[in-house]
Protein backbone atom coordinates (compact mmCIF):
# COMPACT_ATOMS: atom_id res chain seq x y z
CA UNK A 1 0.00 0.00 0.00
CA UNK A 2 0.96 3.51 -0.55
CA UNK A 3 -0.11 7.01 0.75
CA UNK A 4 -1.43 9.71 -1.09
CA UNK A 5 1.44 12.04 -2.05
CA UNK A 6 3.97 9.13 -1.81
CA UNK A 7 6.63 8.68 -4.66
CA UNK A 8 6.73 5.51 -6.19
CA UNK A 9 9.62 4.63 -8.80
CA UNK A 10 8.85 2.80 -11.88
CA UNK A 11 11.86 0.91 -13.74
CA UNK A 12 9.75 -1.32 -16.57
CA UNK A 13 10.64 -3.03 -19.89
CA UNK A 14 7.97 -1.38 -22.22
CA UNK A 15 4.85 -3.86 -21.77
CA UNK A 16 1.24 -3.76 -20.82
CA UNK A 17 2.99 -4.32 -16.80
CA UNK A 18 3.87 -0.38 -16.87
CA UNK A 19 0.46 1.11 -18.14
CA UNK A 20 -1.08 -1.58 -15.18
CA UNK A 21 1.64 -0.18 -12.61
CA UNK A 22 1.83 3.78 -13.83
CA UNK A 23 -2.23 4.10 -13.44
CA UNK A 24 -2.36 1.80 -9.92
CA UNK A 25 -0.16 4.40 -8.53
CA UNK A 26 -1.79 7.35 -9.81
CA UNK A 27 -5.21 5.74 -8.58
CA UNK A 28 -3.90 5.72 -5.66
CA UNK A 29 -2.65 9.19 -5.27
CA UNK A 30 1.15 8.54 -5.59
CA UNK A 31 3.48 10.17 -7.80
CA UNK A 32 4.88 8.14 -10.19
CA UNK A 33 8.51 8.74 -11.05
CA UNK A 34 9.71 7.17 -14.19
CA UNK A 35 12.65 5.63 -14.64
CA UNK A 36 14.59 5.18 -18.37
CA UNK A 37 15.56 1.56 -18.91
CA UNK A 38 18.61 2.49 -20.50
CA UNK A 39 19.97 4.05 -17.06
CA UNK A 40 23.03 2.67 -15.19
CA UNK A 41 23.63 2.17 -12.00
CA UNK A 42 25.75 5.20 -10.78
CA UNK A 43 22.72 7.27 -12.26
CA UNK A 44 19.56 5.27 -11.13
CA UNK A 45 21.45 5.37 -7.83
CA UNK A 46 21.52 9.50 -8.15
CA UNK A 47 17.94 9.68 -9.47
CA UNK A 48 16.40 7.46 -6.86
CA UNK A 49 17.78 9.57 -4.04
CA UNK A 50 17.03 13.21 -5.62
CA UNK A 51 13.33 11.86 -6.03
CA UNK A 52 12.81 10.60 -2.61
CA UNK A 53 11.16 7.33 -3.86
CA UNK A 54 9.69 5.03 -0.80
CA UNK A 55 8.69 2.13 -3.67
CA UNK A 56 10.87 0.92 -6.66
CA UNK A 57 8.24 -0.99 -8.89
CA UNK A 58 10.78 -3.30 -11.20
CA UNK A 59 11.37 -7.09 -12.50
CA UNK A 60 13.85 -9.48 -12.38
CA UNK A 61 15.86 -8.52 -15.39
CA UNK A 62 17.26 -5.34 -12.88
CA UNK A 63 17.76 -6.87 -10.27
CA UNK A 64 21.54 -7.68 -10.92
CA UNK A 65 22.31 -3.55 -11.62
CA UNK A 66 19.87 -2.62 -8.93
CA UNK A 67 21.55 -5.12 -6.24
CA UNK A 68 24.28 -2.28 -5.58
CA UNK A 69 22.23 0.55 -5.37
CA UNK A 70 19.32 -0.14 -3.57
CA UNK A 71 21.06 -0.70 0.32
CA UNK A 72 22.18 2.81 -0.10
CA UNK A 73 18.44 4.95 -0.86
CA UNK A 74 17.49 5.99 2.46
CA UNK A 75 14.37 7.26 1.71
CA UNK A 76 13.03 3.87 0.11
CA UNK A 77 11.21 1.41 2.03
CA UNK A 78 10.02 -1.28 -0.28
CA UNK A 79 11.25 -2.86 -3.76
CA UNK A 80 8.45 -4.67 -5.90
CA UNK A 81 9.13 -6.66 -8.80
CA UNK A 82 6.09 -7.74 -10.76
CA UNK A 83 7.34 -11.34 -12.38
CA UNK A 84 7.41 -12.87 -9.12
CA UNK A 85 5.08 -14.58 -7.09
CA UNK A 86 4.76 -12.06 -4.32
CA UNK A 87 3.72 -9.48 -7.08
CA UNK A 88 0.84 -12.26 -8.48
CA UNK A 89 -0.14 -12.74 -4.60
CA UNK A 90 -0.86 -8.83 -3.94
CA UNK A 91 -2.74 -8.78 -7.02
CA UNK A 92 -4.84 -11.69 -6.52
CA UNK A 93 -5.66 -10.00 -2.65
CA UNK A 94 -6.28 -6.47 -4.19
CA UNK A 95 -9.98 -5.02 -3.75
CA UNK A 96 -11.39 -4.35 -7.22
CA UNK A 97 -12.85 -1.29 -5.72
CA UNK A 98 -11.06 2.18 -6.62
CA UNK A 99 -9.65 3.63 -3.73
CA UNK A 100 -11.08 6.52 -2.13
CA UNK A 101 -8.92 9.29 -2.65
CA UNK A 102 -9.95 12.70 -3.93
CA UNK A 103 -7.48 14.14 -6.66
CA UNK A 104 -7.19 17.32 -7.92
CA UNK A 105 -5.70 19.23 -10.42
CA UNK A 106 -3.15 20.74 -8.89
CA UNK A 107 -1.50 17.44 -7.28
CA UNK A 108 1.46 16.16 -8.48
CA UNK A 109 1.33 13.41 -10.77
CA UNK A 110 4.17 12.23 -12.94
CA UNK A 111 8.28 13.08 -12.75
CA UNK A 112 10.03 12.51 -15.26
CA UNK A 113 13.88 13.18 -15.26
CA UNK A 114 15.44 15.31 -18.29
CA UNK A 115 18.74 16.69 -19.15
CA UNK A 116 17.04 19.15 -21.75
CA UNK A 117 17.28 22.40 -21.07
CA UNK A 118 20.10 22.99 -18.07
CA UNK A 119 22.01 20.06 -19.31
CA UNK A 120 22.16 18.25 -16.14
CA UNK A 121 19.28 15.34 -14.89
CA UNK A 122 16.65 16.88 -13.19
CA UNK A 123 12.76 15.65 -12.15
CA UNK A 124 10.32 17.54 -14.31
CA UNK A 125 6.77 17.78 -11.88
CA UNK A 126 4.03 17.59 -13.87
CA UNK A 127 0.38 17.69 -12.01
CA UNK A 128 -2.87 16.41 -12.77
CA UNK A 129 -4.00 19.34 -14.93
CA UNK A 130 -0.78 19.74 -17.06
CA UNK A 131 -0.32 15.71 -18.14
CA UNK A 132 -3.85 16.28 -19.73
CA UNK A 133 -3.17 19.35 -21.51
CA UNK A 134 -1.90 18.47 -24.86
CA UNK A 135 -2.84 14.84 -25.59
CA UNK A 136 -6.39 16.22 -26.56
CA UNK A 137 -4.76 18.87 -28.88
CA UNK A 138 -2.56 16.75 -30.50
CA UNK A 139 -5.29 14.03 -31.24
CA UNK A 140 -7.41 16.58 -32.77
CA UNK A 141 -4.80 17.16 -34.97
CA UNK A 142 -3.92 14.10 -36.66
CA UNK A 143 -7.14 12.92 -36.42
CA UNK A 144 -7.14 10.03 -34.36
CA UNK A 145 -10.16 7.96 -33.63
CA UNK A 146 -10.87 4.54 -31.62
CA UNK A 147 -10.57 2.93 -35.04
CA UNK A 148 -7.15 3.60 -35.32
CA UNK A 149 -4.15 0.96 -34.29
CA UNK A 150 -0.75 2.67 -33.04
CA UNK A 151 2.31 1.43 -33.53
CA UNK A 152 3.93 2.61 -30.40
CA UNK A 153 8.03 2.44 -30.47
CA UNK A 154 8.41 5.40 -27.89
CA UNK A 155 9.04 4.41 -23.78
CA UNK A 156 6.47 5.17 -21.51
CA UNK A 157 8.83 6.79 -19.33
CA UNK A 158 9.11 9.91 -21.52
CA UNK A 159 7.10 12.19 -21.76
CA UNK A 160 6.23 11.87 -25.84
CA UNK A 161 5.19 8.36 -25.12
CA UNK A 162 3.07 8.59 -22.29
CA UNK A 163 1.27 12.12 -23.03
CA UNK A 164 0.48 11.65 -26.70
CA UNK A 165 1.06 8.00 -27.23
CA UNK A 166 -0.50 6.42 -24.40
CA UNK A 167 -3.26 9.35 -23.43
CA UNK A 168 -4.05 10.56 -26.68
CA UNK A 169 -4.64 6.99 -27.56
CA UNK A 170 -6.95 6.33 -23.87
CA UNK A 171 -8.71 9.46 -24.74
CA UNK A 172 -10.39 8.01 -28.21
CA UNK A 173 -9.82 4.48 -27.38
CA UNK A 174 -8.11 4.04 -30.13
CA UNK A 175 -5.39 0.16 -30.04
CA UNK A 176 -2.20 0.65 -28.62
CA UNK A 177 0.22 -2.08 -30.37
CA UNK A 178 3.54 -1.78 -27.98
CA UNK A 179 7.31 -2.55 -29.81
CA UNK A 180 9.57 -3.45 -27.08
CA UNK A 181 12.78 -2.34 -28.52
CA UNK A 182 12.71 -0.96 -32.05
CA UNK A 183 14.47 -2.84 -34.93
CA UNK A 184 12.95 -1.97 -38.71
CA UNK A 185 11.53 -5.60 -38.79
CA UNK A 186 9.76 -5.17 -35.64
CA UNK A 187 7.65 -2.56 -36.93
CA UNK A 188 7.13 -3.77 -40.32
CA UNK A 189 6.06 -7.04 -38.35
CA UNK A 190 3.66 -5.17 -36.50
CA UNK A 191 1.90 -3.00 -38.94
CA UNK A 192 1.04 -5.64 -41.09
CA UNK A 193 -0.29 -8.34 -38.36
CA UNK A 194 -1.86 -5.50 -36.42
CA UNK A 195 -3.49 -3.75 -39.42
CA UNK A 196 -1.36 -0.50 -37.63
CA UNK A 197 -2.41 3.13 -39.37
CA UNK A 198 -0.59 5.20 -36.96
CA UNK A 199 3.25 5.18 -35.85
CA UNK A 200 4.47 7.34 -33.37
CA UNK A 201 8.58 7.42 -33.23
CA UNK A 202 11.69 9.75 -33.17
CA UNK A 203 13.34 10.87 -36.13
CA UNK A 204 16.36 8.25 -35.74
CA UNK A 205 13.91 5.46 -36.23
CA UNK A 206 12.23 7.03 -39.10
CA UNK A 207 15.53 7.33 -40.90
CA UNK A 208 16.47 3.46 -40.03
CA UNK A 209 12.82 2.52 -42.07
CA UNK A 210 13.42 5.18 -44.86
CA UNK A 211 16.55 3.48 -45.68
CA UNK A 212 14.79 0.04 -46.03
CA UNK A 213 15.38 -1.44 -49.97
CA UNK A 214 12.23 -1.06 -51.87
CA UNK A 215 12.37 -4.91 -52.23
CA UNK A 216 12.16 -5.65 -48.14
CA UNK A 217 9.19 -3.22 -47.89
CA UNK A 218 7.82 -5.47 -51.27
CA UNK A 219 7.14 -8.37 -48.64
CA UNK A 220 4.69 -6.89 -46.30
CA UNK A 221 1.22 -5.02 -47.07
CA UNK A 222 1.62 -1.57 -45.43
CA UNK A 223 -1.53 -0.04 -46.82
CA UNK A 224 -3.50 0.53 -43.53
CA UNK A 225 -0.79 3.16 -42.81
CA UNK A 226 -2.03 6.43 -42.89
CA UNK A 227 0.41 8.31 -40.90
CA UNK A 228 3.40 8.45 -38.48
CA UNK A 229 4.17 11.31 -35.28
CA UNK A 230 7.59 12.76 -35.32
CA UNK A 231 9.43 14.26 -32.16
CA UNK A 232 12.46 14.22 -29.86
CA UNK A 233 14.83 15.50 -31.88
CA UNK A 234 15.39 17.57 -35.51
CA UNK A 235 14.45 15.58 -38.42
CA UNK A 236 15.91 15.56 -41.96
CA UNK A 237 13.31 16.55 -44.75
CA UNK A 238 14.99 14.14 -47.37
CA UNK A 239 14.53 11.42 -45.65
CA UNK A 240 11.02 12.39 -44.28
CA UNK A 241 9.75 12.73 -48.06
CA UNK A 242 11.15 8.75 -48.89
CA UNK A 243 9.75 7.78 -45.60
CA UNK A 244 6.70 9.46 -46.83
CA UNK A 245 7.01 7.83 -50.51
CA UNK A 246 8.32 4.58 -49.69
CA UNK A 247 5.25 4.00 -46.99
CA UNK A 248 2.55 5.99 -48.61
CA UNK A 249 2.06 8.01 -45.58
CA UNK A 250 1.96 11.34 -44.05
CA UNK A 251 4.65 12.30 -41.60
CA UNK A 252 3.30 14.99 -38.40
CA UNK A 253 6.31 16.66 -36.59
CA UNK A 254 5.90 17.81 -32.77
CA UNK A 255 7.82 20.23 -31.03
CA UNK A 256 8.14 19.64 -27.17
CA UNK A 257 10.40 19.50 -24.01
CA UNK A 258 9.27 17.74 -21.06
CA UNK A 259 9.17 20.56 -19.26
CA UNK A 260 6.54 22.17 -21.89
CA UNK A 261 5.10 19.15 -22.96
CA UNK A 262 4.06 20.01 -26.55
CA UNK A 263 4.24 23.72 -28.63
CA UNK A 264 4.01 23.61 -31.45
CA UNK A 265 2.28 20.66 -34.04
CA UNK A 266 1.97 19.65 -37.50
CA UNK A 267 -2.04 19.09 -38.15
CA UNK A 268 -4.36 17.82 -40.67
CA UNK A 269 -4.93 21.20 -41.92
CA UNK A 270 -1.52 22.91 -41.83
CA UNK A 271 1.83 20.54 -42.08
CA UNK A 272 5.09 21.64 -43.86
CA UNK A 273 7.65 19.01 -44.15
CA UNK A 274 11.09 20.92 -42.41
CA UNK A 275 9.23 22.36 -39.92
CA UNK A 276 7.33 21.52 -36.24
CA UNK A 277 3.74 22.41 -37.29
CA UNK A 278 2.48 25.47 -35.80
CA UNK A 279 2.55 26.63 -32.14
CA UNK A 280 -0.38 25.54 -30.20
CA UNK A 281 0.18 28.04 -27.27
CA UNK A 282 1.43 31.55 -26.57
CA UNK A 283 5.32 32.04 -28.64
CA UNK A 284 8.09 34.92 -28.60
CA UNK A 285 11.45 34.49 -30.15
CA UNK A 286 13.46 36.54 -28.23
CA UNK A 287 17.15 37.06 -28.99
CA UNK A 288 19.57 37.56 -26.96
CA UNK A 289 18.56 41.05 -25.43
CA UNK A 290 15.18 39.66 -24.85
CA UNK A 291 13.47 41.58 -27.94
CA UNK A 292 11.25 39.58 -30.33
CA UNK A 293 12.96 38.83 -33.71
CA UNK A 294 11.09 39.68 -37.45
CA UNK A 295 10.05 36.74 -38.83
CA UNK A 296 12.48 34.63 -40.79
CA UNK A 297 15.25 34.99 -37.81
CA UNK A 298 16.28 32.49 -35.39
CA UNK A 299 16.16 33.33 -31.76
CA UNK A 300 15.28 31.29 -28.59
CA UNK A 301 11.79 29.93 -28.29
CA UNK A 302 10.01 30.87 -25.17
CA UNK A 303 6.52 29.45 -24.28
CA UNK A 304 3.46 30.14 -22.41
CA UNK A 305 0.93 27.65 -21.72
CA UNK A 306 -1.29 25.92 -19.03
CA UNK A 307 0.51 22.64 -19.25
CA UNK A 308 4.11 23.75 -18.37
CA UNK A 309 5.59 21.93 -15.83
CA UNK A 310 5.00 22.52 -11.74
CA UNK A 311 8.89 23.33 -11.92
CA UNK A 312 11.62 21.58 -10.98
CA UNK A 313 11.85 18.76 -7.98
CA UNK A 314 13.67 20.59 -5.15
CA UNK A 315 15.06 22.99 -7.53
CA UNK A 316 13.71 26.43 -7.06
CA UNK A 317 16.37 27.98 -8.82
CA UNK A 318 17.07 26.11 -11.67
CA UNK A 319 13.29 26.69 -11.97
CA UNK A 320 13.41 30.45 -11.64
CA UNK A 321 15.85 29.96 -14.78
CA UNK A 322 13.55 29.02 -17.12
CA UNK A 323 9.97 30.29 -15.91
CA UNK A 324 9.77 33.85 -15.84
CA UNK A 325 6.77 35.94 -15.72
CA UNK A 326 4.33 32.45 -16.54
CA UNK A 327 7.00 31.82 -19.64
CA UNK A 328 8.98 28.93 -20.33
CA UNK A 329 12.41 30.17 -21.70
CA UNK A 330 13.35 26.89 -23.70
CA UNK A 331 16.80 27.01 -24.61
CA UNK A 332 16.22 25.81 -28.24
CA UNK A 333 16.71 28.18 -31.51
CA UNK A 334 14.16 28.32 -33.57
CA UNK A 335 12.68 30.54 -36.90
CA UNK A 336 9.20 31.23 -37.91
CA UNK A 337 8.88 31.14 -41.45
CA UNK A 338 5.95 34.16 -43.42
CA UNK A 339 3.49 31.22 -43.05
CA UNK A 340 3.13 30.78 -39.37
CA UNK A 341 5.49 27.44 -39.63
CA UNK A 342 8.12 26.73 -36.83
CA UNK A 343 11.80 25.41 -37.79
CA UNK A 344 13.57 24.19 -34.91
CA UNK A 345 17.27 24.46 -35.63
CA UNK A 346 19.43 23.53 -32.79
CA UNK A 347 19.84 23.90 -28.95
CA UNK A 348 22.13 27.11 -27.75
CA UNK A 349 23.85 24.48 -25.54
CA UNK A 350 24.84 21.12 -27.86
CA UNK A 351 22.58 17.99 -26.77
CA UNK A 352 23.17 14.36 -28.25
CA UNK A 353 19.84 12.81 -28.67
CA UNK A 354 20.22 9.29 -29.16
CA UNK A 355 18.02 6.96 -31.31
CA UNK A 356 15.51 5.98 -27.92
CA UNK A 357 15.29 9.53 -27.39
CA UNK A 358 17.92 9.51 -24.39
CA UNK A 359 19.36 13.12 -23.80
CA UNK A 360 23.17 13.64 -23.14
CA UNK A 361 24.30 16.73 -22.13
Request: hydrophobic share 45%.
Amino acid sequence: GTKKGAHVAILLSHTPEWVINYFGVIKAGGVAVLLNTALKAPELDSLLRDSDSAILITEKKFSRMLISVLPHIPSLKRVIAVDTRSYAKIVASSSAEPPAIELKDKDEATIFYTSGVLGKQKGVVHTHASVMGTPPIITAGIQRTRKDVVIDLVPFSYLYGLFEVLFGSIITGSTVVLIPNFTPRAVLDAVEKEIGTVIFGVPAMYNALAMLRDEVLARYDLSSLRLAVSAGAKSFPKLMETLEDKFGLSLYEVYGLTEASAVSISTYDSRKLGTVGKPICGLKILDGNGHEVPRGEIGEAVFNAPWVMKGYYKAPELTAQVLKDGWFHTGDLVRMDEEGYLEYIEKKSFIIVTSSGLKIG
